[in-house]
């Protein structure tokens, strides 16, 4: 959608309806990953594209459609087998495209804009009921910002508190895709855009590696820094998006540190950790922990409190680092920092949820 933006505020501008087909799911040798879009103008304008050219043409008559009865589409596209020319992917893949019929909606126009301006934003429309071909009634969608503020309704308020705890949920990860809401089989596509949250691990240890695989999986962007040059190596990691040769504490000098930053020292030596967190603990990061027993913790925080970090800044510190697992090995210590880690972001407790009462996922207010 970004790549269209400028094309649809002039639209906009100028009055002209029209209708965006957008990928919401993909299976197989697809040719465009879910959120790539397709426009078309009233007057029978098009730009972008949901296949490379091999569904384009049914895919522009659907949006046509979709202006003239002013309901969402949903439709599937495959490779087929009697005619390999005819309507369908010869790539042999399986794509699920939504057609969303537009003029003036406030959604679609705040997420546009957001868009334009390169804000972090995420735009959730109600699909088609499962089997449907289209929607019955006027289509619905929410646009939602990083701050909780969002534009438009899903239909109903209890079901807006659904959809922006979930497009809350994958807006703070970057995720584009198609999440059930509630327990009805209700289905909408989130189309959301915003750099993933980074992952900073300092120390080239095993504990390191396992962290970065698990890291990555849950949608950060993985930097691991050590100042060792024989350690911190693209083949030690191969999981991380970057690698970095550096000292712990220059290299944190650099970045930019927001809420959606988490870091984890794992270096185990004061050398590296104690300039690197005299700095952590003065940023904006969400999560900062370090590594080491409850002696090097104790040790640790006299030597902080010495080099004059505060009381409310110390407090900040998780150390040591993660839950109690009962953690041994490489792989079970990174679960229980991961788990950690997203117990910060969403407010979890901690909890077992056999001992919890009440709702499994935090709604909104």
């Given amino acids: ?23 919401v799911g993909t299976s197989g040798s697809a040719p465009r990953e879910p959120g790539a879009a397709l426009a078309v103008a009233e007057d029978g304008t098009a730009v972008g594209s ?10 522009y008559e659907l949006c046509l459609e979709a202006l ?24 042999g893949g399986v794509i699920d495209i939504l057609v969303w019929p537009h003029t003036a909606e406030p959604a679609f126009r705040a997420h546009l804009d957001a868009l334009a301006a390169g804000r972090p934003v995420a ?42 705890a979930e497009a809350a949920a994958m807006l703070d990860t970057g995720a584009t895709g198609v999440r059930e809401v509630g327990c009805d089989g209700l289905r909408m596509f989130v189309e959301s855009r915003t750099p993933p949250p980074r992952l900073l691990v300092f120390g080239a240890i095993d504990f ?9 999986f849950l949608g950060y962007h993985v930097t691991v820094c050590d100042a ?16 970095v040769v550096d000292w712990p504490h220059r290299y944190l000098d650099r970045q930019h540190v927001d809420a959606r930053t988490a870091v984890a020292v794992l270096t185990h030596d004061p050398k590296f950790d104690l300039p690197l967190l005299e700095r952590a603990l003065r940023t904006g990061a969400g999560y900062v922990g370090a590594m080491g027993s409850r002696r090097t913790h104790d040790e640790r925080l006299r030597r902080l409190r010495a080099a004059g970090l505060t009381e409310s800044e110390l407090a900040r510190l998780r150390s040591p680092i993660g839950l109690d697992l009962g953690a041994r090995t490489p792989e079970e210590v990174a679960v229980s920092i991961a788990a950690e880690l997203v117990a910060v972001r969403r407010g979890g407790t901690c909890r077992p949820l056999t001992t919890t009462t009440g709702p499994i996922h935090a709604l909104t207010p």
């Fill in 68 to 91: 003239r009865e002013g309901r969402a589409i949903g439709q599937t596209f495959g490779y087929s087998d009697d005619d390999a020319f005819a309507v369908g992917l010869t790539c």
């Fill in 123 to 164: 735009l959730a429309r109600i699909l088609p009921p499962a089997g449907a071909a289209g929607s019955s009634g006027p289509p619905h969608a929410l646009c939602l910002t990083p701050s909780g503020e969002y534009t438009g309704s899903a239909g109903d308020a209890a079901i807006d508190r659904l959809v922006r």
């Fill in 50 to 59: 949901v296949s490379g050219g091999c569904v384009e043409g049914a895919v």
């Fill in 1 to 23: 959608m970004r790549d269209l933006v400028e094309d649809l505020l002039t639209w906009l501008g100028e009055g002209r309806r029209f209708a965006v087909a957008s990928v």
């Fill in 228 to 243: 060792r040059p024989v350690f911190a190596t693209r083949r030690r990691f191969p999981d991380a998006h970057e690698v």
């Fill in 208 to 216: 390191a590696a396992a962290l970065t695989r698990i890291g990555r």
